[in-house]
């Protein structure tokens, strides 16, 4: 639909002389279009972590390895496709010449289509999961019942708490043990006497358990928002200095819509020796199949974004002064691989880290809705990016002597975007030092299987 209508000159919006011209039918159809999109890519980014996830037997030794190199590669795979997307189709959607803009849409249709194509063809080899209840009718009936139930007494022994004896039950799903945070949930597992066992009248201790994790996991995925605000600032307002640096890398010119390339090269290179040769040799120091535990990934993540947010201020410093002494002879653009280079280091951490977290620490059932909380933070983390944009402007504006904010106008030169991105850098380091609190008071749930890490040595999952 995009492509249509980016080739259809019917379809695109008429010169009006304001900010948005997009009226009637042909709004219409821009917006179907966008939220089409926006639906199938939620679809699958919800999807695709757990269903790759879901082909490796933890219990099989050399599974095991595999899937904790998955996600290593599930971020390998999806920052090569973007590297594509800022590179090679925005080199053809902006070529004037020939006004390819249509022809970077119909790429990216063909490369979803090819996708769609080797999805179908692999089915047949699919290790595919029972579809179960709804885990959000399940976390319903929790809150529900509890709530029903919030006048009752607890129990002795939550051994008296209602669970269905696996004898009796024809689940193969995992129990999960008694734990002690959030007791208020456990009334929903007091069984009234003369009471039949329905699920809206009482529910079982493992599902008390299941919200209980997805709760425990909440305050973490939080502390990521931060990161995400900062990787949308950065795409925004880099663009913006590549305006105005020199963008000349030899003969080659690079377009300022290019530039998000920085980072990814920057995984693409880092990741497979992460995975090939750093995980390996600290793996034989801490028996982790991953390394390291994926929490602390994820704190070292946010650590790097707030080293790179302030190397960000330090370039924008650097580039205003030059920009101002002599306009005609502008700093590299490559001056921003540095801050770009830290973040994409920051994000490679911390993205495969909450996915893998999130995917083991899931009870059954729920491992493609805790998966999405990933990518909820970084729809988050977009959203508060033009909070803060809007919130810092106004607030500066009253407190500046001039009158104006930190983010004024389009003139990088004239505003102070080097102190906006001091705050994200110090916002940051106040944020990992909130995440600490939350992974420290963290309970990673009892899983009793034994995770294999090499031929015939086996580590008991931690707690």
């Keep these: 639909m995009m492509t249509i209508q980016a080739h259809n000159d019917n379809l695109l919006p008429s010169p009006c002389g304001k900010s948005s011209c997009m009226e009637g039918g042909v709004a219409v159809y821009f917006y179907t279009s966008l939220c089409l999109f ?13 269903l ?28 090569s496709g973007a590297s594509i997307g800022v590179t090679v189709i925005v080199w053809v959607a902006t070529n004037k010449n020939n006004h390819n803009w249509w022809k970077g849409f ?9 996708g769609l194509i080797s999805l179908v063809l692999g089915k047949p080899f699919y290790r595919l999961q029972v579809p179960k209840d709804s885990p959000l009718i399940r976390v319903a009936q929790v809150i529900v019942v509890a709530i029903k139930n919030r006048g009752l007494s607890y129990p002795e022994s939550p051994s008296e708490l209602y669970e269905i004896n696996e004898k009796d039950s024809e689940s193969t799903s995992e129990k999960i043990a008694h734990t002690e945070q959030f007791r208020w949930l456990d009334k929903a597992a007091i069984l009234l006497p003369n009471t039949d066992p329905s699920p809206w009248k009482v529910t079982t201790v493992t599902q008390i358990e299941e919200v209980k994790i997805l709760s425990r996991m909440i305050p973490i995925i939080a502390s990521t928002i931060i990161l995400n605000t900062c990787m949308a600032q950065l795409q925004t307002f880099s663009v913006q200095q590549g305006y105005r640096m020199n963008p000349r890398l030899g003969s080659f010119n690079v377009p300022s819509a290019s530039i998000p390339v920085i980072p990814l090269l920057f995984m693409i290179i880092l990741i497979p020796i992460y995975d090939r040769i750093f995980v390996p040799i600290i793996r034989k120091f801490t028996n982790h199949p991953s390394g390291v535990t994926e929490l602390q990934r994820v704190g070292v993540g946010l650590v790097l974004s707030s080293v790179s947010m302030s190397i960000a201020a330090l370039v924008e410093v650097k580039r205003r002064r030059q920009s101002l002494i002599n306009p005609r002879n502008p700093i590299s653009l490559f001056w921003l691989s540095f801050q770009y280079g830290v973040f994409g280091i920051a994000d490679m951490f911390t993205l495969v880290g909450l996915l893998e977290f999130f995917y083991k620490e899931a009870p059954n059932g729920m491992k493609s809705l805790s998966t999405s909380f990933t990518y909820i933070s ?13 919130t810092i402007n106004l607030v500066t ?15 990088l030169d004239r505003n102070n975007l080097n102190l906006f991105y001091w705050f994200l850098a110090a916002l940051s380091l106040i944020n990992f030092l909130n995440y600490l609190c939350w992974a420290t008071w963290y309970k990673y749930k009892n899983d009793e299987e034994n995770v294999v890490v090499n031929e015939g040595d086996r580590v008991e999952g931690h707690k």
Aim: proline share 4%.
């Design 38 to 50: 926006a639906l199938g890519v939620g679809g699958v980014r919800g999807s695709l972590p757990a």
């Design 106 to 114: 119909l790429i990216t249709t063909v490369g979803a289509f090819a």
């Design 378 to 390: 970084m729809s988050f983390g977009y959203f508060l990016s033009s909070v803060f944009v809007a």
């Design 52 to 79: 790759g996830a879901d082909q490796f037997d933890a219990k099989d030794p050399k599974e095991a390895k595999g899937l904790a190199s998955y996600f290593n590669w599930l971020l390998l795979s999806s920052v």
């Design 397 to 411: 504006k009253r407190i500046a002597p001039s009158g104006k904010g930190w983010l004024h106008g389009q003139d």
